[in-house]
């Protein structure tokens, strides 16, 4: 042999792919190699080069040089065939495009690379076609688990359920399944059942000892719980899988995860900021940790979470959903591009959706909202896409739209408050249905006593219908329990609107000393400020020239009564 295939192979191992592929140029191209005499030979050369191509991301060139060993393969007389497939079934052989063994081709191993390239680049029916080429019977646990991510991609579920199982029944403690499974709707019972039904290598059930197991069934029934909107269960699940498990990362950013989504901002941060200590250079949710950054207007940190995920990937998509919440303040349309191009990174990427519905929202574009938010829910439906939905529908007046989405979310999620909170922000729209949001909104409040959102939202009823004492009243109950800076604006907004311009002061004073960055605070001490020495605070700046500013102060304005 001119070029040793070994040669090459250690290369790869070494992660030296260049060097590789140059070497593989020779071994393909040898004379020593007729492929009319010896095409099984050349496939062989043709696969290794293949391989370092595939490590290398060529995967254009991968998929040309693997049909190219196919091709080779299928003029291979029988008889070597056959012997060539019975050696490989005593081989042992990984099907993963990182593994080389250069004994013997299987042909189902070389679809599967393919496809793997395929997948890689985003032609999900191109890869569908090569895995459907595989017998099922003939799928390892790699190739379960592409097909199954295949379907899911297409929308193919019930494909996607039965793949997720057939992953279940090669390894039970596979936790991307369990997860995948929770969320296309299958049942604790039903992944649970899986478990009996993987042998181990002894021949007994892998699940002799329940005590052992019983971790594992607990996470399965946290999933079913987030997956079903049931937020407090999956959570309380989590808490106690924390017990066993003690800074166990993926535990607590789920935990932290889900706290975002259900408003919890406080006890995020806390799970992120524990992660981080943990281990600083993680990259899983922390675009959702800074988008809680930019809530809490922490720009410091925001900007230092920043700097970490581009110094640690910059290919990652929750780089670009960072990056996203970060620019929002400066630049909105460079913001709107950052989100995209995290969807374009990852087309199943929901913070991104989330970021770019509401990026949409604010710059007054409802109906390219409506898209962004259900590109969300039809991945994973959860609290912040029904938000959006009604939100953006209030906002181009689409009510019949947005009284249909807040429903969805309150038969989704029937022991939630913020779901009852937003049939009621519907109702709130219109005069003839405030009554009915004030039964919404204290429902709410009986079903979370602690919901400041719904709390503030009934406090603007009371406002908007001239009962100012009723709003005051609540705000001043909560503001016993909670010292939250929106509570204190929304107080001296109540307080300002009455002419009760001290108190509004000492409430605008109060929020920013809790929240130095509270921009509705900023804007409504300046507006204040004016009133209290006797000037409009409507009236235009001296350095105002035209209307468009004008109109910006009178846009201000509004967002902040």
Not at 55 to 79: C, F, G, N, S, W
Not at 132 to 157: C, D, F, T, V, W
Request: hydrophobic share 40%.
């Amino acid at each position: 042999m001119e070029v040793p295939k070994e040669q090459i192979t250690a290369l790869i191992d070494q992660g030296l792919y260049d060097s590789a592929q140059m070497l593989g140029c020779f071994l393909v191209s040898s004379s020593a190699i007729n492929g009319e005499t010896s095409p099984h030979l050349k496939a062989e050369n043709l696969i290794i080069l293949g391989d370092s191509l595939f490590r290398d991301r060529e995967y254009r060139r991968a998929i040309h040089t693997y049909k190219q060993a196919l091709q080779y393969y299928k003029i291979v007389p029988k008889q070597n065939s056959t012997s060539s497939r019975s050696s490989l079934s005593t081989s042992n052989r990984s099907s993963s495009p990182n593994s080389f063994n250069v004994s013997a081709i299987n042909e189902n191993e070389v679809k599967y690379k393919i496809a793997s390239c395929h997948f890689a680049l985003g032609e999900t029916k191109a890869a569908i076609v090569e895995m459907e080429g595989i017998p099922s019977k003939a799928r390892n646990l790699q190739m379960s688990l592409l097909m199954a991510k295949l379907y899911r991609n297409s929308r193919h579920n019930r494909g996607a359920v039965a793949c997720y199982k057939e992953c279940l029944r090669h390894c039970p403690f596979f936790i991307e399944a369990i997860t995948a499974l929770a969320e296309l709707g299958a049942t604790p019972k039903d992944i649970i059942s899986l478990f009996a039904q993987t042998p181990n290598r002894s021949g007994r059930a892998p699940f002799d000892h329940l005590d052992s197991s019983r971790w594992l069934h607990r996470y399965v029934e946290a999933q079913c719980c987030i997956a079903s909107n049931d937020y407090k269960g999956g959570l309380e699940l989590f808490a106690e899988l924390l017990q066993r498990f003690p800074n166990n990362i993926h535990i607590l950013l789920e935990m932290a995860k889900v706290d975002a989504i259900i408003g919890k901002n406080d006890e995020a941060i806390l799970n992120f900021e524990k992660v981080r200590s943990i281990d600083p250079y993680i990259m899983t949710y922390m675009d959702e940790y800074a988008m809680l950054l930019k809530v809490k207007c922490d720009y410091s940190k925001l900007s230092k979470l920043v700097h970490d995920l581009l110094s640690i990937d910059p290919s990652r998509p929750e780089v670009f959903v960072a990056l996203s919440v970060l620019w929002e303040r400066k630049d909105e349309r460079g913001a709107l591009s950052y989100a995209e191009k995290s969807i374009r990174i990852d087309e199943r990427h929901i913070p991104g959706y989330i970021m770019k519905g509401n990026l949409l929202l604010s710059m007054k574009r409802p109906e390219a909202a409506v898209i962004a938010f259900r590109g969300a829910q039809e991945l994973r439906p959860d609290l912040r896409s029904y938000q959006g939905l009604v939100h953006s529908y209030l906002q181009f007046s689409k009510v019949k739209e947005a009284l249909y989405a807040a429903r969805e979310a309150m038969k989704a999620m029937p022991q939630s408050a913020k779901a009852l909170k937003l049939v009621g922000d519907v109702h709130a729209s219109n005069a003839s249905g405030r009554e009915k949001a004030k039964k919404f909104y204290e429902s709410a409040l009986r079903l979370e006593p602690g919901y400041l959102g719904a709390a503030l939202a009934l406090a603007e009823l009371h406002v908007i219908e001239g009962r100012n004492g009723d709003a005051v009243s609540l705000l001043e109950r909560y503001l016993k329990d909670w010292a939250d800076d929106s509570l204190h604006v929304k107080l001296a907004q109540v307080f300002a609107a009455t002419n009760m311009l001290q108190e509004a002061l000492s409430h605008y004073e109060a929020a920013l000393r809790i929240n130095s960055q509270n921009e509705a605070a900023k804007k409504g001490l300046e507006r204040l400020e004016k009133q209290m020495k006797g000037v409009d605070p409507d009236a235009p700046e001296e350095d105002e020239e035209n209307e468009v500013e004008d109109a910006e102060g009178d846009q201000e304005e509004t967002d902040l009564l």
